[in-house]
C-alpha cells in the first residue's frame, strides 16, 4: 500500500499518520520530521532547511525531492508506506510519479484532511512537540499528562519555532498557494480521497479506515 497524507499544516496529518502506520504496517515518511531530524543532528542539510523552515517558507525541491529519493529508492525499494508531507508542490508531484513509474508502481490513495483555517491556526498555535520523539500534543485538545513532558518518553515538550504566530500565516499563504493545486493533480488520477478533519481524533481516524477499506 502506498498512500499519501495531504493537508494544510496543522490538519491532523501527522497525528493520523502515526496512527495508520502502525496499524498498516506502512513506513511513515515525513519530510517535516526528517529535516527536523537532521537539523538536531547538526548536519548540514538540516541547517539549511532550517533557514526555510522557521519563517514558513518551503524548502527548495531539489533538496526535498533528493531527501525523498533516498529514503524510498537508495538501498532498498520501500513497498509500503506513507508519505506525510510530501510533496507540496507540483515540481515533487510529477518527481514522485517519475520515481513510482521507474519501480512499475503507483499512489494507491491520496487522503485529503480538509479543516477551515479557523481550526488550523488554533491548532497549529497549541500544538506542542517532543524534543526527542517528535509525539506531538495541543495544550486544549491532547494534553500531556503532566504539563511540559512527553507521556511516550518523558522528554521536554516545545513549541516549534514555525508553530509561532507570525510564520503560520506565511505557511498558510503558501500551502494555498503551492500545495492546494495538488488536489486538482490527484483529483485527476482519481485516487483522491477527502476526510473530513474537524471531528475527533478517533471519528477521524475511523473515517480513514472506512475509506481505506471500502477503496483498496
Ligand atoms: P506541518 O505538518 O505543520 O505543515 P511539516 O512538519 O510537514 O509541518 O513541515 C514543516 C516545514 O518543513 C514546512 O513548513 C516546510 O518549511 C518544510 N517542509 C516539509 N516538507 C516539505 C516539502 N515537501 N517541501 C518543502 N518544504 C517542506
Ligand atoms: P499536521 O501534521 O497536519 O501539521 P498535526 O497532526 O501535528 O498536524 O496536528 C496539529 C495539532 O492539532 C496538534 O497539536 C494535534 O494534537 C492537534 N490535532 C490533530 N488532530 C486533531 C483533532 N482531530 N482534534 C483536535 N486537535 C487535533
Ligand atoms: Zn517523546
Same mark, same amino acid.
Given at each position: 500500500?502506498?498512500?499519501?497524507?495531504?493537508?494544510?499544516?496543522?490538519?491532523?496529518?501527522?497525528?493520523?499518520?502515526?496512527?495508520?502506520?502502525?496499524?498498516?504496517?506502512?513506513?511513515?515518511?515525513?519530510?517535516?520530521?526528517?529535516?527536523? %531530524?537532521?537539523?538536531?543532528?547538526? %548536519?548540514?542539510?538540516?541547517?539549511?532547511?532550517?533557514?526555510?523552515?522557521?519563517?514558513?517558507?518551503?524548502?527548495?525541491?531539489?533538496?526535498?525531492?533528493?531527501? #525523498?529519493?533516498?529514503?524510498?529508492?537508495?538501498?532498498?525499494? $520501500?513497498?509500503?508506506?506513507?508519505?506525510?508531507?510530501?510533496?507540496?508542490?507540483?515540481?515533487?508531484? $510529477?518527481?514522485?510519479?517519475?520515481?513510482? %513509474?521507474?519501480?512499475?508502481?503507483?499512489?494507491?490513495?491520496?487522503?485529503?484532511?480538509?479543516?477551515?483555517?479557523? #481550526?488550523?491556526?488554533n491548532r497549529m498555535v497549541g500544538r506542542r512537540s517532543c524534543s526527542i520523539c517528535g509525539a506531538t500534543y495541543h495544550v486544549d485538545y491532547k494534553p500531556p499528562q503532566k504539563e511540559g513532558v512527553c507521556?511516550?518518553?518523558?522528554?521536554?515538550?516545545?513549541?516549534? $519555532?514555525?508553530?509561532?504566530?507570525?510564520?503560520?500565516?506565511?505557511?498558510?499563504?503558501?500551502?494555498? %498557494?503551492?500545495?492546494?493545486?495538488?488536489?486538482?493533480?490527484?483529483?485527476?488520477?482519481?485516487?483522491?480521497y477527502e476526510v473530513n478533519g474537524e471531528k475527533s481524533f478517533d471519528a477521524v481516524y475511523r473515517d480513514i479506515q472506512t475509506l481505506l477499506e471500502t477503496h483498496l
Amino acid at each position: 500500500m502506498k498512500l499519501l497524507m495531504m493537508g494544510p499544516p496543522g490538519a491532523g496529518k501527522g497525528t493520523q499518520a502515526k496512527k495508520i502506520v502502525e496499524d498498516y504496517h506502512l513506513a511513515n515518511i515525513s519530510t517535516g520530521d526528517m529535516f527536523r %531530524e537532521s537539523y538536531r543532528k547538526k %548536519e548540514s542539510l538540516g541547517l539549511l532547511a532550517m533557514e526555510f523552515i522557521r519563517d514558513g517558507h518551503l524548502v527548495s525541491d531539489e533538496i526535498t525531492i533528493e531527501i #525523498v529519493r533516498r529514503r524510498l529508492f537508495v538501498n532498498h525499494v $520501500e513497498k509500503n508506506f506513507l508519505l506525510d508531507g510530501f510533496p507540496r508542490t507540483i515540481t515533487q508531484a $510529477e518527481a514522485l510519479d517519475e520515481m513510482l %513509474e521507474v519501480e512499475q508502481t503507483k499512489l494507491d490513495a491520496v487522503i485529503q484532511i480538509v479543516v477551515s483555517d479557523a #481550526v488550523i491556526l488554533n491548532r497549529m498555535v497549541g500544538r506542542r512537540s517532543c524534543s526527542i520523539c517528535g509525539a506531538t500534543y495541543h495544550v486544549d485538545y491532547k494534553p500531556p499528562q503532566k504539563e511540559g513532558v512527553c507521556d511516550a518518553c518523558g522528554g521536554v515538550l516545545y513549541q516549534r $519555532e514555525d508553530d509561532k504566530h507570525e510564520s503560520v500565516r506565511n505557511r498558510l499563504d503558501i500551502y494555498k %498557494e503551492k500545495t492546494k493545486p495538488l488536489i486538482d493533480y490527484y483529483d485527476a488520477q482519481g485516487i483522491l480521497y477527502e476526510v473530513n478533519g474537524e471531528k475527533s481524533f478517533d471519528a477521524v481516524y475511523r473515517d480513514i479506515q472506512t475509506l481505506l477499506e471500502t477503496h483498496l
